[in-house]
């Protein structure tokens, strides 16, 4: 049951993408991501699909993986093409019954396709060689500049790190209570859709009060360990850029210039 | 009637890299009005065990038998399974969830589809077997100590009249005197209901002085099956299991080995106090010197 949850499902190995400062990897999906809206061309997407591999290769990570998280998707992504091919107009290819697919429309389908693919692969492959603390720490870090405008960027990680330590915990707890009350024969998979909502109840209850008893106890523990919030926080392992790290923000501008360059110019 | 389990092993996280073996072969019958302890330290696989015993695990292989029928053949009743075999977890907090004390404890007995009436007659006298009155009924279950609480999730339980109950350390987290009063309650039912009671605690003085048999469970295994006695023979390899013989038994071995001519097999003060006061009767053995003083013996 904990497996199946696909929020801060780190893969361990040693490998160099693992060992990259979390702001590049947070940088570089976001630039890997914008890369793909720049333009429809589909040499452009070989160009991603190509770098992507090799960070996937470099990262050690499975590639069966990496496609976990399409999984999840994959009744989006058909609705998606389904509704492009045929709603988007232009010049009729097949007609079936009412409806008219177009040449358009199915090109317009596959760009949705390969572009909502590559989106969750790109961001799978930075959950999967980051930990959510370091991914947390990561992003205080890089939007350290915010606080001056006000923005309570330490809290706001903080609140992140706490819940996303918190899932397998809550996860647990859901496991032990549901077996707590099926020992009592409770049944939460039987029935209509208003039957098994109340058969939640029975799980809800202890679990919001154990969810609240928790976050007291936490807070009480912060507390008395001398916590008050961001200001003067100093961190043991704090983020330092290394030679690698400017070494991949090279790469990833060189990939941009690519992407650019191809976006432009290419022939389709 | 008869709870058999023959060489269930259960894996936890089949196929996967953080795979662990729970429960490695293990072999028991639970005759029928049996009292029966489970000790192991965290991790010996004693929750995984008894969580096989409803069904709520399912083994990775190996059979169990409940009244001679497969519980893992096809269409077997679960649910029925769940309402002869009573499990309580260790923390009430897990299963306490309606409004008021009374209404939680016919959860059960309602999940099993009985009359209205026959629910609450059933919640009525559960609550009378845990030793909470009327003047509880109306309590929310969250206002209750951590002792009150544990009973109603007991009485949640009895309310669907199991002829086995288990208790998940039914005494953590409580003071001596709550602890020592769900274990007299839990003692009071075994005769009363005459149901088979399974214990499993991490604490020998809590069971020994209870249960007519007392399993020890190590790495997924069963260690040593015997009656308390028996088992804490082997006070020296219990030690090494990371658990510990009641105190009597130290203190018993201690004078033994002094030169006393005493009987190591008190497993209880009361036992202990008597194998003492019987050994000050008889005259010193000959091997101990004579300046040895009985008196200061006992002191020790």
């Known amino acids: 049951m904990i497996r199946d949850i696909t929020i801060g499902q780190y893969y361990p190995a040693e490998s160099v993408i693992h060992r990259l400062d979390p702001r590049v990897k947070l940088v570089g999906t976001?630039?890997?991501?914008?890369?793909?809206?720049?333009?429809?061309s589909f040499l452009m997407y070989l160009v991603a699909a190509v770098f992507l591999t090799i960070v996937i290769k470099a990262s050690k990570v499975p590639f069966r993986f990496m496609i976990k998280g399409l999984k999840a998707i994959m009744v989006l992504?058909?609705?998606?093409?389904?509704?492009?091919?045929?709603?988007?107009?232009?010049?009729?290819?097949?007609?079936?019954?009412?409806?008219?697919?177009t040449v358009e429309g199915v090109k317009q389908a596959a760009f949705m396709a390969i572009r909502l693919a590559f989106l969750i692969v790109g961001s799978s492959v930075m959950t999967l060689t980051t930990t959510p603390n370091h991914l947390t720490d990561g992003m205080e870090k890089g939007l350290a500049p915010l606080n001056k405008l006000?923005?309570?960027?330490?809290?706001?990680?903080?609140?992140m790190s706490i819940a996303l330590r918190f899932i397998p915990i809550l996860l647990e707890e859901t496991d032990k209570i549901m077996k707590a009350q099926e020992a009592r024969g409770a049944d939460f998979d039987s029935g209509n859709l208003i039957q098994k909502a109340k058969s939640l109840v029975p799980l809800l209850v202890p679990l919001f009060i154990s969810a609240f008893r928790r976050a007291n106890d936490l807070a009480m523990a912060m507390e008395a360990r001398g916590y008050r919030g961001g200001e003067g926080r100093t961190k043991m392992k704090p983020l330092i850029y290394q030679k690698r790290d400017r070494m991949a923000y090279g790469v990833l501008l060189g990939y941009l210039a690519v992407m650019i360059l191809v976006g432009r110019f290419a022939p389709f | 009637m008869s709870i058999k389990i023959e060489h269930v092993s259960h894996l936890y996280g089949e196929g996967e890299a953080f795979e662990k073996k729970a429960l490695n072969d293990v072999t028991m019958e639970i005759p029928d009005g049996q009292f029966l302890g489970v000790i192991g330290h965290t991790g010996s696989g004693k929750s995984t065990l008894i969580q096989h015993l409803n069904g709520l695990l399912k083994a990775t292989s190996g059979t169990i038998y409940y009244n001679n029928e497969d519980i893992y053949q096809e269409n077997y009743d679960m649910k029925k399974l769940r309402s002869k075999v009573g499990l309580v977890f260790q923390y009430p907090e897990h299963q306490l969830f309606e409004i008021d004390v009374f209404s939680d404890v016919c959860f059960g007995p309602k999940n099993l589809g009985l009359p209205q009436e026959e629910i609450e007659a059933r919640a009525k006298e559960a609550l009378e077997h845990v030793g909470l009155g009327p003047d509880f009924y109306k309590k929310s279950p969250f206002e209750l100590s951590g002792g009150q609480k544990r009973r109603v999730a007991i009485a949640g339980i009895l309310a669907m009249e199991p002829e086995v109950i288990v208790l998940d350390e039914p005494t953590a987290g409580l003071d001596p005197k709550g602890r020592d009063e769900i274990l007299d309650l839990v003692a009071e039912l075994h005769q009363v209901r005459k149901i088979t009671v399974v214990l499993v605690s991490h604490s020998m003085?809590?069971?020994a002085k209870y249960v007519d048999r007392l399993i020890v469970m190590d790495d997924g295994k069963v260690r040593f099956d015997g009656t308390p006695r028996e088992v804490f023979s082997h006070y020296k390899e219990l030690e090494k299991l990371g658990l510990a013989?009641?105190?009597?038994?130290?203190?018993t071995h201690a004078l033994k080995e002094k030169g006393w001519d005493i009987d190591t097999d008190a497993t209880t003060v009361e036992e202990a106090k008597n194998a003492i006061l019987k050994a000050l009767k008889r005259p010193l053995k000959k091997t101990v010197s004579e300046k040895t003083d009985p008196g200061k013996g006992a002191a020790l």
């Open chain 1, 30 to 40: 976001l630039t890997f991501i914008i890369s793909l809206f720049l333009h429809r």
């Open chain 2, 245 to 251: 013989a009641p105190q009597v038994t130290y203190v």
């Open chain 1, 77 to 101: 992504l058909l609705i998606t093409v389904v509704f492009n091919m045929f709603l988007t107009p232009g010049t009729p290819f097949i007609r079936i019954w009412k409806l008219t697919l």
């Open chain 1, 150 to 159: 006000h923005v309570p960027v330490h809290e706001v990680s903080m609140i």
């Open chain 2, 205 to 207: 003085e809590d069971v």
